[in-house]
């Protein structure tokens, strides 16, 4: 949020000047274009064809990198100090620079075709009295135009007029805040009556005064001057662009913000840059290498000025330059030292790194395994940047809906009468796992069942058919005892708007069981039973709140018998149920844990009949409670209190709230892979802690599952203690302690250690509490709580808390984080996270367009963090140390040879040795073994998730890996510089010829490097497949060929003086003691290591190694996982009651005024694939949002009561 | 209604999504579904080593085996090779050279001679080499290599008219370009050096040297060539170039012999290979092994009669004169026999402590299970 609003600051600040207010005049482009507004054609692209070349540079010389090596190819032109040709540093560069343009371009075009695509949309535009079809980017503030059904809103409009009655259009908004439920804009009558009126509509003068241009989706102020009169407009008179218009054939409106200044274009961008930890640590390390650089070359300058003291009088064979002294000689040498050991600071480096992410990126967008068929998603890595981040996550956190579970409510289960229905058993009574193949029960007899609706326990049906009266109550208290509204479009098509997906299950169920619920009016409800209409009178709904935990109605049946039904939590229930029902209460509190083991939602219910004359009484002590002027809500409290007694037990009903395919595995394996989950939903706590059950992250077994609910700052301080004291007495009521103090690059940052506990504990934490939790004064409480529990669910939270969350433990934990979610809500959170992922194909593109990951299906999320994840961490970790390792084992042995060649700066290897080491002869090995290698395949990740672990602990690339890294180098230089030069000291060649001249040595030198720093790799590369033995023996055997064409006569007869080493290659590498040499120094390089190794590995060894030695002797696939057969759990005591919806809308279903608008046209806003076909629509969730994240939950309950009152107001 | 708008969704979404391809397909359009082959799915056939205690020990024990045989036999060639050295730098004060080395100056035209007498103990039987042996001069240091036109020293005639700027200070003298240009070249050694056998009976015998053959082929026939291809009259070719300021005589004056004359003279190519480290030798002549019956060199006194020219002193250098014979692995170098010999014994050192450990810790560590 923070961002955005910065972002809008910016663009403030950039414009010629603040805008204070906006004025424009209808149809008056002259007066319009005054004020210079922009106008609609976006331009997102930042080049054209002639500023490309410029600003691309440009921009490329403000990375440090490249900013160095511009700064080294200056200093190497300048004679006195250029140590190296020119070319060593131009030919790197150049390349570097031509890949990064080239990327840049080929995204720049793409931008380009987007915009032009986006800017030449047609629509119509009134002018002179006419409508014309015009291009969006011609369209200009102040003009009006036209829009049909189905359009994309052009610009930020202010709606005129629409073919709806009371000037209503409705619009889909999923593009721009993910709601995808149908929102309600209207016109001002005084605009509204022009209708499709041209002449008047061209002739409309209304002058419009309003707020600059901002990114506040939610907010519009303004008013409209119009025949002398003001009228005020807020945000229920606006299209904004983004927006689609919907179920409305036509509508006028005015551009208010045109292209960059609407509030879409307002609220885009990418306004994070995420880096990540090695990145981080990359360039802190860089960091340390450039003073290890500048130390270095110190240390050699004074060598220099020493030697040029003592050996002064070398001059007699070599005169200094002009003016050179001893002391400027050593300043001189200096620079000459930064240009020659500047390899350690590789320019490939930044650009290796960059192809590895993105090759990474490439393989999670190409894996099957992440590809979900039935919406035709493959996962997609929308940022290349991050993914060896993936491999160390310690913390995730989830939204629940959409992204744990489906959002689908079905009826499972239910218990009648004391009798369990809903489960399958086989011939020996052992009960059967629910699969697609089990055999679905039959409802063809009833011709108003829903087709999608699926049962599999046919007694259920057979006691149907038998007439059982208690299933027959049963079906008919579902059919009665709800909210919901029916619609038909044709006969027989029955379409359910129910207030919560829960609610729609049950209807649905007694609707296929032969109890359909057909139509209501606010007086009466009739359903079909067994084929038969029977009208029931509706006299009160007794409506569902969150402390009565329950809903009844009080209807008279066609026979004139009264009746209350009643549903509710079971708790709530039993308390109110009659005496006699007690062996019955037993029973099916039996079923009811049994249901809320398996993670069902429960719900009790119950009847009872009514004498005719104490409800006349009733009814009228109701009505005067109704009409109360004070504590009307207690006396009503009261009365249903009075009323809701004695009922008689029905029996119970077990809706599953359908996880999505693999959740519960998934989350198994995650926490065996040491990764914390926390669930943040803006969901009830029953709910949440429902879900928390049945995906396993709460468990029956776990020592205790505290619970934060507190309503006070004092409150949730002492429940936070206490759980924590519980948890660990020895921590004490004492203040929260930092147990370690971080540095971040000189930023001080105290950071909280992870504790231990003995025994799992689970809590789950309410937003009010949360709110108090998170103030300054007791984050800290509740971190230490909260990371003592192996999970943690917090319910209720707004998408700014969990955004507070995801900065809480991001702050005080040295940890990876991971936010994974799907709707809006959850957009704060993913852009706060260290790394977002979205659920694709739910709930409309935001939470995917923020996301740095988006997939659809959260089980795949496992693949993601197990391999893909692993891999990139570990092929990252490995792609460092070797490439440190080989350039500072390059770089060293000049160190060395400077103290043999009186620190002149003259380098041990051929200059095209230099040029060519980083970008030719070692660029494709290790890029090899950064892309193919792999220390287990996939399955074996998934058997062990514990392999993830190093990653979370940084253990594979650490500033002491980083150090001894540094001394393996060090070592390596000096095998690789004094090995040769022992060997060649004083020696000749088996002729009797020179071999120990400085092109010999050279060669050598180079030649035993390179071929050391292959056995190297190959000693790291674990996985060595076709492609990299390629790379490997082929970049050897290029060395070879360019060796010997470079330093053959006829490039040396072409190019005298840039290929001085002429014959050298033939002369000296027909050497025996050449080659001795060469064997001597790799065995020599490679052994200590793999001495180490070996003894590491015998030792100590880590879980990988332990994998592998098991890979090694299994020699085959891991076992297959055993079929995990759903445990069940039978000592809960605990209730299963969850209902979604807040508070019941039951004064709406009685009120005469509602619904006047046929709600079938907002089930349709749905998309069938982006929920489940035919299964309930949620209400209410994600509504209220807007990703400026400026409000609070309060108004989440109320907005989904919007949609009725929108319709409702008007007719007042 | 219903069917209609649903569509249009469709239609929308996927327009707005892939706005690049253009028209969309509609329902039948092609599935997203990645491709499944190996490398996408990276499931490439692979070879994965692990470092065993059955890969890591046998290689271990073996590279021992064989080091420690090669070692013996490098050891053994080196120690049979005959190396004679003598330092005639004349630093002391009771060395024969020692007053040419105190006279010395690069104009005096008067050579200062100087006769250093040695015995051989043991007769070298094959080919030996004579070479001269400078310490302390940096022939690599950075200024000094690159300070050489390799296009003048190739015939270019540009180039030896117009050296090139690396050249300076020595890339022209008094307005004529030098030729050769350079701090290298200006700085050749010249010392004569003869070699006298002394007969027990007290005859001076002179040795002869063979100056010819003493460069790398590829230099002599590639790399350095005199300007104007044949003409063998050099002085005209030379024409309007310098000598270098050191030097005594022009380059084309170096030899009689047409044919190591010039640039491509002998002693010249061999100077101008600079030498990797600042203790180097170079090789001068060769003394053809005359017949196989006697000695090239028998055992007994020489006189090496030395033409003082070359000043080291000044930066407490020294000039040493190296006979040698050599063999299959060139001169006389114990490092790379001393060397193999002692990585073969402590590798199979290692390997047995290795395989202590491997027996003692190893068996428990690897069959232990992996802890979840």
């Known amino acids: ?1212 | 209604m219903m069917a209609s708008s649903y569509n249009a969704k469709e239609e929308d979404g996927h327009h707005s999504v892939s706005a690049a391809s253009g028209p969309s397909a509609g329902p039948s359009a092609k599935s997203k579904k990645p491709d499944n082959t190996a490398f996408k799915q990276q499931r490439l056939p692979a070879w994965q080593p692990i470092l065993t205690a059955g890969t890591v020990l046998p290689a271990f024990f073996i590279i021992g085996l064989i080091f420690i045989p090669i070692g013996i036999g490098l050891f053994v060639t080196s120690n049979n090779i005959r190396e004679f050295e003598v330092d005639y730098t004349g630093v002391d004060a009771s060395s024969p050279c020692f007053t040419c080395s105190q006279t010395y100056s690069w104009n005096s035209s008067i050579p200062c001679k100087c006769a250093v007498s040695f015995s051989l103990e043991q007769p070298f039987e094959s080919n030996v080499f004579m070479y001269y042996g400078l310490s302390n001069f940096y022939q690599n240091h950075r200024r000094y290599v690159k300070s050489r036109d390799d296009s003048q020293l190739n015939g270019d005639k540009a180039s030896l008219r117009n050296p090139s700027k690396e050249c300076e200070p020595y890339r022209s003298h008094d307005n004529k370009p030098i030729a050769p240009c350079g701090a290298i070249a200006n700085s050749l050694f010249n010392d004569t050096l003869e070699l006298f056998y002394i007969d027990p009976n007290g005859t001076r015998t002179q040795i002869p040297l063979v100056k010819k053959g003493i460069a790398w082929w590829t230099d002599k026939h590639v790399k350095f060539r005199n300007p104007g291809g044949n003409n063998f009259n050099l002085t005209v070719v030379f024409q309007g170039t310098t000598k270098p300021v050191n030097w005594r005589k022009y380059v084309y004056e170096l030899d009689t012999d047409p044919e190591n004359n010039g640039f491509v003279n002998e002693d010249f190519i061999v100077w101008m290979r600079t030498a990797a480290l600042p203790t180097f030798r170079k090789l001068y002549r060769i003394i053809q092994k005359k017949s196989n019956m006697t000695p090239t060199l028998p055992r007994g006194n020489y006189t090496l009669d030395v033409t003082y020219n070359y000043p080291v002193r000044s930066f407490e250098g020294r000039k040493r004169m190296i006979l040698s014979t050599i063999s299959w692995m060139g001169g006389k170098n114990p490092f790379l026999g001393i060397a193999y010999i002692t990585v073969g014994s402590v590798c199979f050192f290692l390997g047995v402590v290795l395989l202590i450990i491997h027996h003692k810790y190893g068996n428990r560590n690897n069959s232990a299970d992996i802890p979840n």
């Open chain 1, 1 to 1212: 949020m923070g961002s955005q609003m910065s972002l809008f600051g910016l663009h403030c600040l950039k414009g010629k000047e603040k805008e204070e207010e906006r004025r424009i005049r209808a149809n008056n482009r002259e007066y319009n274009q005054l004020h210079k507004y922009a106008t609609n054609a976006i331009k997102t692209s930042k080049y054209n064809m002639f500023s490309f070349l410029p600003l691309n540079l440009f921009e490329q010389f403000q990375r440090i990198a490249n900013a160095y090596f511009l700064f080294l190819l200056i200093l190497q032109v300048i004679p006195a100090i250029s140590s190296l040709s020119w070319f060593t540093t131009v030919v790197p560069l150049v390349l570097v620079l031509a890949v990064s343009a080239a990327k840049d371009g080929s995204d720049d075009i793409n931008r380009h075709k987007s915009d032009r695509q986006v800017n030449n949309r047609k629509v119509k535009v009134l002018l002179n009295g006419e409508l014309r079809t015009e291009k969006w980017m011609d369209v200009q503030v102040g003009d009006i135009i036209k829009l049909e059904n189905n359009h994309f809103v052009t610009a930020d409009l202010l709606l005129l007029s629409s073919s709806e009655p009371l000037n209503l259009v409705y619009i889909e908004t999923a593009e721009l805040d993910g709601e995808t439920n149908l929102k309600v804009r209207q016109a001002l009558t005084i605009t509204g009556d022009m209708g499709h009126n041209l002449e008047m509509l061209s002739a409309f003068d209304g002058e419009l005064r309003c707020e600059p241009p901002n990114n506040r989706l939610d907010r519009f102020t303004g008013t409209l001057m119009f025949q002398g009169q003001k009228f005020s407009l807020d945000n229920e008179k606006v299209l904004l662009r983004g927006c689609t218009l919907r179920n409305t054939e036509w509508c006028f409106g005015l551009v208010i913000f045109a292209g960059p200044e609407t509030k879409l274009m307002q609220n885009s961008g990418r306004t994070t840059f995420k880096r990540t930890s090695i990145d981080r640590m990359m360039n802190a390390l860089v960091l340390c290498i450039f003073v290890f650089l500048v130390f270095m070359c110190t240390v050699l300058a004074i060598g220099n000025s020493i030697w040029e003291q003592q050996q002064g009088d070398f001059t007699t064979f070599l005169p200094r330059q002009d003016g050179v002294n001893a002391a400027f000689s050593g300043f001189l040498t200096f620079w000459s030292y930064v240009i020659i050991l500047n390899t350690v600071v590789p320019i490939s480096l930044y650009v290796s790194v960059e192809i590895i992410r993105l090759g990474n990126s490439f393989y999670i967008d190409w894996d099957r395994k992440m590809y979900y068929a039935r919406s035709d998603t493959p996962a997609v890595a929308r940022t290349t940047t991050l993914n060896e981040e993936l491999g160390q996550i310690k913390y995730i956190f989830s939204d629940k809906t959409g992204t744990l579970t489906q959002n689908i409510m079905t009826f499972n289960k239910c218990s009648i009468n004391g009798k369990c229905y809903g489960d399958v058993f086989d011939y020996s009574g052992q009960r059967l796992e629910m699969t697609e193949e089990t055999e679905k029960v039959d409802f063809s007899y009833n011709p108003l069942a829903d087709p999608k609706f699926s049962f599999h326990d046919h007694s259920l049906v057979e006691a149907v058919k038998l007439e059982n009266p208690e299933v027959h109550a049963f079906f008919r208290l579902l059919a009665l005892c709800h909210t919901a509204m029916a619609e038909e479009k044709t006969e027989g098509e029955l379409l359910y708007q129910a207030q919560s997906p829960d609610e729609g299950a049950l209807v649905t169920a007694a609707r296929n069981f032969g109890f359909v619920f057909r139509s209501r009016t606010p007086e009466t409800i009739s359903i079909v039973e067994m084929g038969i209409q029977r009208n029931y009178e509706l006299l009160t709904i007794l409506d569902f709140n969150n402390v009565r935990k329950r809903m009844s109605v009080i209807v008279r049946s066609p026979e004139g018998k009264l009746s209350l039904y009643c549903k509710g939590a079971d708790t709530v229930v039993y308390e109110r149920l009659h005496p006699s029902c007690s062996k019955l209460m037993e029973v099916t509190t039996e079923h009811l844990s049994e249901f809320a083991g398996d993670g069902l939602r429960t719900l009790a219910l119950a009847y009872k009949d009514l004498d005719e004359s104490y409800f006349e009484s009733w009814r009228q002590r109701h009505h005067e409670a109704s009409t109360a002027l004070d504590d009307r809500e207690d006396k009503l409290d009261e009365l249903y209190e009075e009323i809701e007694k004695n009922m008689l037990l029905l029996g119970a009903t077990g809706i599953e709230d359908k996880l999505q395919d693999g959740v519960s595995h998934t989350i198994e394996q995650l926490s065996r892979a040491d990764i914390k989950i926390w669930v943040l939903t803006g969901d009830k706590q029953e709910t949440a802690e429902n879900i928390g059950y049945s995906c396993n992250l709460l468990r029956e077994e776990m020592s205790e599952v505290f619970t934060v609910a507190g309503t006070s700052p004092e409150e949730v301080r002492q429940e936070l203690r206490t759980a924590r004291i519980k948890m660990k007495p020895e921590t004490g009521e004492g203040n929260v302690t930092i147990e370690g103090e971080g540095e971040i690059l000189g930023k001080k940052s105290k950071l909280v250690q992870d504790e231990a506990v003995n025994g799992e504990y689970g809590l789950v934490i309410n937003g009010h509490s949360l709110a108090y939790a998170l103030d300054k004064t007791m984050e800290l409480e509740l971190l230490r709580t909260a990371c003592m529990c192996k999970t943690v669910i917090c319910c209720r939270v707004t998408p700014l808390q969990k955004a507070q969350v995801v900065e809480l433990v991001k702050k005080y934990k040295r940890a990876v984080t991971l936010a994974i979610g799907d709707g809006a809500n959850d957009v704060s959170m993913i852009k706060a996270a260290h790394i977002g992922v979205g659920i694709s194909g739910q709930e409309g593109m935001q939470a995917v367009l923020s996301s740095d990951y988006s997939f659809a299906q959260f089980r795949y999320l496992q693949r993601l963090l197990l391999v893909h994840g692993r891999w990139s961490y570990l092929r990252m970790c490995k792609f460092l140390c070797y490439f440190f390792y080989k350039n500072f084992t390059f770089t060293f042995v000049h160190f060395w040879y400077a103290f043999f060649c009186g620190f002149s700066a003259q380098t041990v290897y051929d200059e095209w040795f230099i040029t060519l080491y980083n970008l030719v002869y070692t660029a494709l090995p290790v890029l090899g073994m950064s892309l193919f290698d792999q220390d287990v395949n996939d399955r074996w990740s998934f058997q062990y998730p514990q392999l993830y672990v190093p990653g979370q602990l940084n253990m594979y690339f650490s500033k002491t890996i980083f150090a001894k890294c540094v001394l393996h180098s060090g070592y390596s230089s000096l095998v690789v510089f004094f090995i040769p030069y022992a060997a060649m000291y004083n020696t000749v060649r088996d002729n009797g010829k020179d071999v120990a001249d400085y092109q010999s040595f050279a060669l050598l030198a180079q030649t035993c490097l390179l071929i050391a720093v292959c056995i190297q790799l190959g000693l790291d590369m674990a996985y060595w497949t076709a492609v990299n033995q390629f790379f490997v023996w082929g970049s050897l055997a290029v060395y070879f060929a360019i060796t010997f064409a470079i330093y053959s006569n006829g490039i040396f007869l072409i190019f005298t003086s840039s290929f001085p080493f002429i014959g050298v290659a033939r002369n000296t590498l027909n050497q025996a003691n050449v080659w001795l040499t060469i064997l001597l120094t790799t065995i020599l390089c490679v052994l200590p290591v793999v001495a180490y190794r070996f003894l590491l590995m015998q030792l100590r060894p880590t879980i990988n190694d332990k994998v592998r030695f098991k890979v090694r002797q299994t020699k085959a696939s891991p076992p297959p996982p055993p079929r995990r057969a759903r445990i069940r759990r039978t000592s809960s005591r605990r209730s299963g009651y969850a209902f979604s919806h807040a508070q019941g809308y039951g004064d709406l279903v009685t009120s005469r005024r509602f619904l006047r608008r046929a709600p079938v046209s907002r089930s349709t806003a749905f998309s069938p694939t982006a929920r489940s076909p035919g299964k309930f629509l949620p209400t209410g969730r994600s509504a209220g949002y807007s990703p400026t994240g400026r409000q609070s939950n309060l108004r989440q309950d109320e907005t989904s009561l919007q949609m009725y009152r929108a319709v409702k107001d008007p007719q007042i």
